[in-house]
T-cell receptor
């Protein structure tokens, strides 16, 4: 298993601003993912964070809105840019290890945009 | 879209077994069945996964039908702390690939 921490745990932001969320893992992992969970909804994958290269985005998510960095095998950031109230969600990172199959999730970052 | 179907909600009395069904009729030969749960205000938690044989770990048992088109997650002695949304996901293993979450089953464990 892996222990994952996220910062901040929650934040309230004004529309038009940006927020960067950090995800730290206690061990080197192959795969890192970013998910969004809108109020009362299930999780939706935003992108796969690739170490040393550009993230792979899912349909409906673009790099200009959700830039992602992954400088090494234990750390990644997700930025929510030019926020609007529709971006109010919980953002979660997860990690996977090739050959293991299962993923482990961080506690999430609860974002409210006013 | 999610490839599995689950009942939206279930109730279970504390101490009794909770049996959560899942249909995955389109599952292919290399896809496993994964179960995760999400307790309120927490990130999802991996429970168990299997290919075709029944599996058991310290948290739960997974029963997969012979045709692999459905499965049941069994929590043998449910407690109040098992109240959560349970997600059944079909996906290829060995790649730690992206997960497609459906709407899951909200399990309410009561006294």
């Amino acid at each position: 298993s892996a222990v994952i921490s996220q910062k901040p745990s929650r934040d309230i932001c004004q529309r038009g601003t940006s927020l960067t969320i950090q995800c730290q893992v206690d061990s080197q992992v192959t795969m890192m993912f970013w998910y969004r969970q809108q109020p009362g909804q299930s999780l939706t994958l935003i992108a796969t964070a690739n170490q040393g290269s550009e993230a792979t985005y899912e349909s409906g998510f673009v790099i200009d809105k959700f830039p992602i960095s992954r400088p090494n095998l234990t750390f990644s950031t997700l930025t929510v840019s030019n926020m609007s109230p529709e971006d109010s969600s919980i953002y979660l990172c997860s990690v996977g290890v090739a050959g293991a199959g299962e993923q482990y999730f961080g506690p999430g970052t609860r974002l409210t945009v006013t | 879209d999610a490839k599995t179907t689950q009942p939206p909600s279930m109730d279970c009395a504390e101490g009794r077994a909770a049996n959560l069904p899942c249909n995955h009729s389109t599952i292919s030969g290399n896809e496993y069945v994964y179960w995760y749960r999400q307790i309120h205000s927490q990130g999802p938690q991996y429970i168990i996964h299997g290919l075709k044989n029944n599996e058991t770990n310290e948290m739960a048992s997974l029963i997969i039908t012979e045709d692999r088109k459905s499965s049941t997650l069994i929590l043998p002695h449910a407690t109040l702390r098992d109240t959560a949304v349970y997600y059944c996901i079909q996906d290829a293993t060995g790649t730690a690939s992206k997960l497609t979450f459906g709407t899951g089953t909200r399990l309410q464990v009561t006294l």
